[in-house]
């Protein structure tokens, strides 16, 4: 068992009185905490532990690892991806504005020029050293201090996640008291996923695709006809359902996305295990968290980009509060303003999201009623205590889930004219929210050309 795998979390939080929230500074030694961020680019809530999507517990313990982290330390439940894909998913988590904002199709802007704000915000303006490794990285833009980028690529061409693993965990583990500083660690998750599958031979290239071959499952029973890689490829490509594919090509792509998260575990827990072994343990804070989910074959989808809870529904897992769980609908908007606030950085102008630390005290606070997701150009839902709202393009162009009941979201009650009420303050909720989200300067811009009914 690995160092970090027998810790109940990484220390108690020193200082924090009953129904003030958590708090990352000692009032005794007035010591400030560092903070570890940890971001997949691809990760479904249900693979982190037992999840309603996911049944059959086909998923839950994929990452054994992230799993045992979970189960220790702090989680949200329902933590809601801005994006269904995770370029633009990773440009929110980064800036802390809504994903079409940030996308690159939409807006024109290469995503890898978004990616900085966060961490050149926190050097700038916090005692605070900042590191990062994995993501697309510019130096820091902001006179006095620069970010110190430990290895990065840019959007297209990225390093892969043992390197960038193995960059943070030398620099933690060669880092001497003094102080504190924010890791910024970029991981692969399934993105991959789709090359995986898209070429058999592609096997042979495993490495680039996180899937280690000297670590590969055995092959299939059944050999993959000759002409079924190309199948593969074009049926990816055009996200088809897997209902269609042929019983090799399925089995297949299980079996890529499995070695994909055992890989993703292994060098999530060798940077986790670093920390717990180092004289950093009992003063930092974790954050795990995921630009956005996975369908992984729900509703017959295979990528990211369906605004269907399984690639909504993102892990976020930390530990330094005490050990909870909490069913608050929190948005990848607010990791920006979360980082900033945890790290005593004053908030980012724009950004559009708040601090979660209010709800990692004791103490019951107000909090938001409902969550807004948006693709670039499929659709938009409102995630709600009880539905989710779905705003499509296409023949079906609303949709309500009682999730509760519903977790798969088979069932349309859009349809069921009893719903009729709830469409109708859910639809007003979504566009009142689209109205918040999206800054005044920038309203309607990188915006033309899309349907009506996703201009709000």
């Known amino acids: 068992m690995s160092p970090w795998s027998r810790r109940q979390v990484l220390g108690a939080v020193p200082g924090a009185a009953a129904g003030t929230g958590w708090s990352t500074s000692s009032r005794a030694s007035g010591h400030r905490w560092n903070l570890l961020c940890v971001v997949i680019d691809a990760l479904p809530a249900m693979v982190v532990a037992p999840h309603p999507n996911d049944p059959r517990g086909m998923w839950a313990g994929a990452m054994p690892g992230l799993g045992a982290l979970a189960h220790r330390g702090f989680g949200f439940r329902r933590a809601q991806a801005v994006h269904p894909e995770p370029l633009p998913g990773l440009a929110a988590l980064w800036t802390g504005r809504p994903g079409s904002e940030t996308g690159a199709m939409v807006s024109g802007l290469p995503v890898s020029r978004r990616w900085p704000v966060v961490t050149d915000w926190i050097a700038g303006h916090g005692a605070v050293d900042v590191w990062t490794a994995g993501g697309p990285s510019i130096p820091g833009r902001t006179p006095g201090r620069s970010v110190k980028v430990l290895l990065s690529g840019n959007h297209l061409a990225m390093p892969g996640n043992l390197d960038s693993a193995q960059a943070m965990a030398h620099a933690i583990r060669n880092r001497a008291p003094g102080r504190p500083w924010l890791g910024m660690l970029r991981l692969r998750g399934l993105s991959a996923l789709d090359a995986a599958v898209a070429s058999w031979a592609g096997m042979k290239r495993a490495p680039d695709l996180g899937l280690p071959e000297r670590e590969l499952p055995p092959a299939p029973d059944r050999t993959i006809p000759a002409d079924e890689p190309s199948l593969i490829a074009s049926a990816v490509r055009a996200g088809s359902p897997s209902a269609h594919w042929p019983e090799p090509m399925w089995r297949h792509y299980l079996w890529c996305a499995r070695g994909m998260l055992a890989e993703l575990d292994r060098v ?88 979660v630390r209010p709800l990692l005290g004791p103490a019951a606070v107000p909090w938001r009623k409902g969550v807004r997701s948006e693709s670039l150009v499929d659709g938009r839902t409102l995630r709600t205590e009880e539905f989710a709202y779905i705003r499509m393009v296409g023949d079906i162009a609303e949709m309500l889930f009682h999730m509760e009941n519903d977790p798969l979201q088979l069932d349309n009650l859009a349809l069921d004219r009893g719903y009729a009420s709830a469409v109708e303050s859910h639809r007003a909720m979504l566009d009142d929210l689209g109205r918040q989200l999206r800054p005044t300067s920038t309203a309607g811009a990188g915006f033309r050309g899309l349907p009506a009914a996703l201009q709000r």
């Not at 909490?326 to 004053?346: E, I, K, M």
């Open 268 to 355: 999530l827990t060798m940077v986790l295990d670093t920390l717990a072994g180092s004289i950093h343990a009992e003063t930092t804070t974790v954050i795990v968290t995921a630009a956005s989910g996975h369908p992984l074959g729900h509703h017959g989808l295979v990528r990211s980009r369906a605004p269907y809870a399984s690639t909504l529904e993102v892990p976020w897992v930390m530990t330094g509060p005490p050990p909870g769980r909490s069913s608050a609908l929190v948005s990848g908007l607010d990791f920006a303003p979360t980082v900033c606030d945890l790290l005593g950085a004053p908030p980012m102008p724009d950004a559009r999201g708040v601090s």
